[in-house]
């Protein structure tokens, strides 16, 4: 008995990748690391590592064999909220999902959002914690989807971007604080902080400035004091946190950079003095041009936006394209998001499409949502290249997405963690 234990433990060991691993065969790996195409390139796996990449890898007689077109390191996007999908009238939804309706249907868009080649994304604000319980259950093996680094519910002012009552009827509307991520004061900051730690938060978000699609008037105007904001990263920082601030106006955006945050989503009216700021600092810029273009196009139609978001959305939308071609000339460090869920899940690639219109060299579009997302993250040693050690997320592509950035949205194949998801 004891003998027939011991042979079913090695058995069930050489089947987790001990005996001859896997050989991924590419006629082209992108080398985001150098910025160069290589060709016929073999990518050495064992468990969810890489362990070795080159012209011929020394691989077992056994190792399993996968022939690849253009292999480039698993897709990285810094902002997606995975729990809900923008829609005609979808406002209504708030009074009618439920916890775990959000959770469900974060499970649903996480999948597609793998299967369109994005192994990692930073989901900055949901509902109810929905993101952190489906981190868990990713991290757990038992839902699938892209790596998920979560901030959980937004923090806002009373009134704000991400007051999660703006618009409900007066008697429903109560008094949100801390812990629904509602903040007044200094005292506020520091507590709704530590909530999200207690909440299991990989990071803060913040809604610096009022925003497009909240049932309130402005868009732009700065919504928490500078001291606000300085408690809210200093506390970020002593759990650990970085901080993402939402931002279209240029005060908000100013008072948030120098306040110390890690990245400016959307960054709207971001001027070339601010820029300049960002440089310096070293702050992120994540455009989310696709939310922008999408919302623009949908003012466009009657009864798509309630009448209090519809001109925010037409006057918005348009600008992040220019914004994002100033702030990546002026040398700010793009770190690529889409704001999916505005637009829909899985469309993710579509902002290469937008970047490279902006100019943006395609190898440098693909950089921004790789090595510098995996920067942005902290994650560097582990994401955002195909080199040795780090962890095998890895897709491929049919076609040289240097000639033509659009094919990134055909994945053909996407692995994570040495566990192949997509092969088509
Ligand atoms: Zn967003």
Not at 74 to 87: A, E, I, P
Not at 107 to 119: D, K, R, S, V
Not at 174 to 179: A, K, L, N, Y
Not at 258 to 264: M, N, Q, T
């Amino acid at each position: 008995m004891k003998n027939l234990l011991l042979i079913l433990l090695l058995i069930s060991f050489s089947n987790l990748g001990f005996a001859g691993g896997t050989v991924l065969e590419c006629a082209r790996l992108i080398d985001v690391e150098n910025g160069k195409v290589l060709k016929n390139q073999q990518i050495l796996l064992e468990g969810e590592r890489i362990t070795d990449v080159g012209k011929n890898v020394s691989a077992g007689e056994d190792a399993q064999r996968i022939s690849l077109d253009t292999c480039l390191p698993g897709l990285m996007d810094m902002h997606v909220h995975l729990d809900g999908q923008l829609s005609r009238n979808g406002y209504i939804k708030r009074f009618q999902n439920n916890a775990t309706d959000q959770a469900l249907l974060a499970a649903h868009y996480a999948n597609i959002t793998l299967q369109a080649g994005f192994t990692t994304v930073r989901n900055p604000g949901d509902s109810y914690n929905s993101t952190i319980a489906l981190r868990n259950a990713i991290s757990a093996g038992i839902a699938t989807g892209p790596r998920i680094f979560s901030a959980g519910k937004t923090l806002a002012s009373t009134g704000g971007h991400g007051d999660p009552t703006n618009g409900f009827r007066h008697d429903m509307m109560s008094d949100p604080g801390p812990e629904e991520g509602v903040v007044n004061s200094v005292q506020d900051a520091r507590k709704a902080v530590r909530q999200r730690y207690k909440d299991g938060a990989d990071f803060i978000k913040i809604t610096a400035t009022g925003g497009v699609l909240s049932l309130a008037k402005n868009g732009q105007n700065p919504q928490f004091t500078e001291e606000e904001l300085k408690a809210i990263v200093q506390t970020a920082d002593e759990y650990g946190f970085h901080v993402a601030a939402h931002a279209h106006g240029a005060e908000g955006i100013r008072r948030a950079v120098l306040a110390g945050v890690h990245s400016i989503e959307h960054g709207t009216y971001m001027d070339d003095e601010i820029a300049q700021l960002m440089i310096e600092r070293g702050t992120y810029y994540v455009p989310t041009i696709t939310a922008g273009m999408f919302v623009a196009e949908k003012a466009a139609e009657d009864g798509y936006f309630p009448a209090v978001v519809r001109p925010k959305a037409a006057e918005v939308g348009p600008q992040i394209a220019g914004t994002f071609a100033r702030a990546w000339r002026a040398g700010v460090t793009i770190a690529f998001g889409t704001d999916c869920g505005v637009s829909p899940h899985g469309s993710n690639a579509q902002e290469f499409v937008y970047m490279v219109e902006q100019g943006m060299p395609a190898m440098e579009a693909i950089q921004s949502a790789t090595l510098t997302t995996a920067t942005l993250l902290g994650q560097q040693n582990q994401l955002g290249s195909i080199s040795k050690n780090k962890l095998a997320d890895i897709i491929a592509v049919n076609g040289d997405p240097l000639e033509d950035i659009s094919i990134l949205s055909e994945v053909s194949f996407v692995m994570k963690g040495g566990l192949v998801y997509k092969n088509e």
